[in-house]
C-alpha cells in the first residue's frame, strides 16, 4: 500500500461531495463487505453517539487507521529509498541496481495533473475539506512509518545506490 500525500493530486473531476475521488484511502481502508465486521469496529473504535451515517466520517479515520496498522508493511511514495529501506530489513531481502534500470518505461504513464499550488485558495480549502480524512490518515502513516524506521535502526537519511 503506497500511500500519496494529498498536496500533488490529480484533480480531474469537479470538486463536489459526490465525486469519488474525495477521502479515497480512507473509504478503501475503512470498507468491509462483511456488516457484521463494520458494526463490530464501529463499535468497538468510535464513539457510540456518532450518527450511523457518521456524515464528517469520524468513525472512517479511526477504522481506517485501525486497519493501516494491520499492514505488516507500507512505504511512502516521497520516501521510495527509505520504504525500499524498511521493506528489506522487514523482509530480509535486498533490492539491487541496474544501469538503466531507471530509464525503462519512464514517462511511459504520464498524465497531465493540476498543481495544488495553482488552484484558488477557496478551491484548496475545498480539496483540504473534501479529503479531510485522507490527511489525517497520512499524517497518521507518516508517523507510523517512521516509527517503524527507527524501530529497524534506519536513518532518516538513509540513501539508496
Given at each position: 500500500?503506497t500511500?500519496?500525500?494529498t498536496?500533488?493530486l490529480?484533480?480531474?473531476l469537479?470538486?463536489?461531495?459526490t465525486n469519488?475521488a474525495?477521502n479515497?484511502?480512507a473509504?478503501?481502508?475503512?470498507y468491509t ?8 469496529m464501529r463499535?468497538?473504535?468510535c464513539?457510540p453517539a456518532?450518527?450511523?451515517h457518521d456524515?464528517a ?13 494491520q499492514?505488516s ?6 520516501e521510495?529509498?527509505?520504504?525500499e ?9 535486498r533490492f539491487t541496481r541496474?544501469?538503466?534500470a531507471?530509464?525503462?518505461g519512464?514517462g511511459?504513464?504520464?498524465v ?5 499550488e495553482n488552484?484558488t485558495q477557496?478551491?484548496?480549502r ?6 479531510r480524512?485522507?490527511l ?7 508517523r507510523?512509518?517512521?516509527?517503524r524506521?527507527?524501530l529497524?535502526g ?5 540513501t539508496?545506490?
Amino acid at each position: 500500500l503506497t500511500l500519496t500525500p494529498t498536496p500533488t493530486l490529480t484533480l480531474t473531476l469537479t470538486l463536489t461531495l459526490t465525486n469519488m475521488a474525495t477521502n479515497r484511502q480512507a473509504r478503501a481502508l475503512s470498507y468491509t463487505v462483511d456488516a457484521n465486521a463494520t458494526a463490530k469496529m464501529r463499535a468497538t473504535l468510535c464513539d457510540p453517539a456518532l450518527p450511523p451515517h457518521d456524515p464528517a466520517g469520524l468513525c472512517q479515520g479511526r477504522i481506517a487507521r485501525h486497519t493501516l496498522l494491520q499492514f505488516s508493511y507500507f512505504g511512502l511514495l516521497e520516501e521510495r529509498c527509505l520504504s525500499e529501506k524498511l521493506f528489506e530489513a522487514q523482509f530480509g531481502l535486498r533490492f539491487t541496481r541496474s544501469k538503466g534500470a531507471h530509464a525503462h518505461g519512464k514517462g511511459a504513464h504520464a498524465v497531465n495533473k493540476l498543481a495544488f499550488e495553482n488552484l484558488t485558495q477557496a478551491q484548496q480549502r475545498q480539496v483540504r475539506w473534501l479529503n479531510r480524512n485522507d490527511l489525517w490518515l497520512y499524517g497518521e502513516a507518516q508517523r507510523i512509518f517512521y516509527e517503524r524506521l527507527r524501530l529497524y535502526g534506519i536513518a532518516r537519511d538513509a540513501t539508496c545506490k
